[in-house]
């Protein structure tokens, strides 16, 4: 694998990335500093990706002229989200390439899709049932006989769109709760952490994992990532092992991240595939040879893939909305600036609201969950712990 890149590439590349969050802003970044010009479609949205990228279209993505216009400025095009008309990313595809493809985004952004794809390719996943009316899920929470968790099948993250069942309740009670939307039932997993992984695969195939991150939660959100994970490496390459080929599985051309619910007997299921760069990969920024962002642009401008190699051991802090005193009024970065070996990265947000994804800080050395703690703590939020 070679090194890191920090020269123009081709100037005749443009990188199209539909979606304008954060994660198209670190994209666009890691192009420009690779050299590559960006264009960002934000589909209308807020975008801090506006603030970096090359050229922009403020357009929602079933504007056909916004289409012909990102067509006509970028030569080949990826995602920066999955939740993407299909028909707008197939309309790129076909006259300009995009990677991934958007069968595989397609697969990803659905859970119905999502859950069939793992059974059909042997790849262990949670038990569930495939919910369209009452009568489906009376059915299926009686053969569950247990808890679990009703998912919408469309368009979940971060916690939305899912409710979590005893069994005991009403069939009838639970689907007018949940707006009776078409879902995906899984079974509840009782499981000692969660962790996941970063895979990448290239043009022609060539594939890379990164160390799998153990993942913990607050409110349904990522609180931190902690690299490598704390399992035993059996765990750790038996994990490598699955995303390399859910990669394959899929055709799959770019990075995606992996999450599995780790049981507590050492088995791992896949919980979810993110077809994108995803949060658990950020410290790949300051912890890895090679980022994700700059993974992702090497896969889709058909470049060897770069060194995966962990640097040093850290943790992924994410900066919720919540640290933010009030919307526009920033926290003091006194504690964070003056830890050690402690990066900050901020997102160009408007406003904090809520849990609000506002940024991020990595944080390096054996010593980094300690560091973590004692930053949250001055912050006043809790020690970093699991839902």
């Known amino acids: 694998m070679s090194a890191s890149v920090f020269f123009p590439l081709n100037r005749q590349q443009v990188v199209g990335v539909i979606g304008g969050g954060q994660l198209g802003r670190m994209l666009a970044l890691a192009a420009r500093r690779m050299g590559v010009r960006s264009v960002v479609w934000t589909g209308g949205l807020e975008a801090p990706a506006v603030e970096v990228a090359d050229e922009i279209i403020d357009k929602p993505f079933d504007d056909p002229q916004a289409l012909r216009d990102f067509c006509a400025k970028a030569t080949v095009a990826t995602v920066e989200f999955e939740n993407i008309p299909l028909a707008t990313m197939r309309g790129v595809a076909e006259t300009i390439g995009l990677h991934p493809s958007p069968e595989a985004v397609g697969i990803c952004q659905n859970r119905e899709r999502e859950k069939n794809f793992l059974r ?35 368009f979940g993250y971060d916690g939305k769109g899912q409710l979590r069942i005893t069994g005991s309740e009403n069939p009838a009670d639970v689907w007018e709760k949940f707006g009776k939307q078409r879902a995906v039932l899984e079974a509840w997993v009782p499981f000692e952490k969660e962790i996941s992984v970063m895979v ?24 931190v990532s902690i690299v490598p994970a704390r399992v035993d490496e059996c765990v750790a390459e038996e994990a490598r092992r699955i995303a390399e080929k859910v990669a394959s599985a899929l055709g799959y051309r770019g990075i995606m991240g992996v999450e599995f619910f780790v049981k507590t007997d050492g088995s791992l299921l896949v919980n979810e595939m993110a077809p994108r760069p995803h949060n658990s990969g950020h410290h790949t920024l300051d912890a890895c040879v090679t980022s994700q ?31 933010w005193p009030g919307e526009t009024e920033p926290p003091d ?55």
Request: proline letters at 5%; hydrophobic letters at 40%; a negative charge.
């Open 293 to 323: 962002f700059e993974q992702q642009l090497r896969a889709v401008l058909g470049l060897p893939l770069g060194s995966t190699r962990l640097v040093s051991p850290c943790v992924m802090l994410n900066l919720l909305g919540d640290f």
């Open 200 to 223: 990448v695969r290239g043009k022609d195939g060539e594939t890379a994992t990164y160390d799998p991150a153990e993942n913990r939660h607050r409110s349904h959100i990522l609180d």
């Open 333 to 387: 970065w006194t504690p964070l600036l003056s830890t050690p070996d402690t990066t900050l990265h901020l997102y160009g947000k408007r406003r904090a609201i809520g849990m609000r994804k506002m940024g991020h800080t990595t944080l390096l050395g054996t010593d980094a969950l300690e560091k973590a703690e004692a930053l949250k703590a001055a912050w006043g939020r809790s020690s970093v712990a699991p839902d």
């Open 120 to 154: 059909a390719n042997g790849i262990p996943c949670t038990a569930f049932w495939v919910i369209e009316t009452l009568d489906d899920l009376t059915s299926a929470m009686t053969e569950l006989g247990g808890a679990g968790v009703l998912k919408t099948a469309d």
